[in-house]
């Protein structure tokens, strides 16, 4: 378990991040563009991406000390993610306060799809937003997944995309 200080501080980190954080990082313009380069991609396979960005966890997740990895989890159910016709649904998770990114999946994609090539996903896209490239790492993430959905759950020749979710990313 975490030190007294290091929980204060991570608290803090959390609370001191805020919305006009999230909307320096990602401004309306770009969340725009990134809801068209989502419904592009879907309309290429069959599977379903939502791009989910949180300045900071609630209270409740830091008191008991919970990891993005958790609250990724948790808003991969809330957004009924899992709910989609062939279990391919993927959520890519940025918690700012930690500049944490996880790749939640569905279980008919991770199949077919290693934890070590999610985590180097996650990696690459964190590479960019290092250098402060938002909207460069969401859209190479997004690339990559949807390479890996239209390899595995490519749409039929004339088949007509059915969009199960929304395609706009979700600010929390």
């Known amino acids: 378990m975490a030190s007294l200080t290091s929980r204060l501080a991570r608290i803090w980190r ?4 805020d919305d006009a954080d999230v909307r320096r990082a990602l401004p309306a313009d770009m969340l725009k563009r990134l809801e068209q380069r989502v419904g592009a991609s879907e309309r290429r396979h069959t ?3 939502r791009i989910c960005v949180e300045a900071g966890l609630p209270m409740s997740y830091l008191w008991r000390d919970a990891t993005a990895r958790e609250r990724a989890i948790m808003m991969f159910s809330k957004l009924r993610i899992w709910d989609t016709a062939h279990n391919n649904g993927v959520l890519i998770y940025l918690l700012l306060a930690e500049h944490a990114i996880e790749i939640v ?3 008919g994609i991770d199949l077919h ?8 996903m996650a990696k690459r896209m964190g590479e960019a937003f290092r250098e402060g ?3 460069d790492g969401l859209t190479q993430a997004l690339e990559e997944v949807s390479a890996v959905l239209v390899e595995h759950f490519p749409l039929a ?4 995309d059915r969009n199960e979710l929304p395609d706009a990313p979700v600010i929390l």
């Open 105 to 107: 999946a569905d279980r």
């Open 157 to 160: 020749e004339g088949a007509a």
């Open 14 to 17: 959390h609370r001191w991040v």
């Open 113 to 120: 799809v290693d934890t070590e090539d999610w985590a180097a």
């Open 133 to 135: 490239r938002f909207e």
């Open 47 to 49: 599977g379903e991406i």
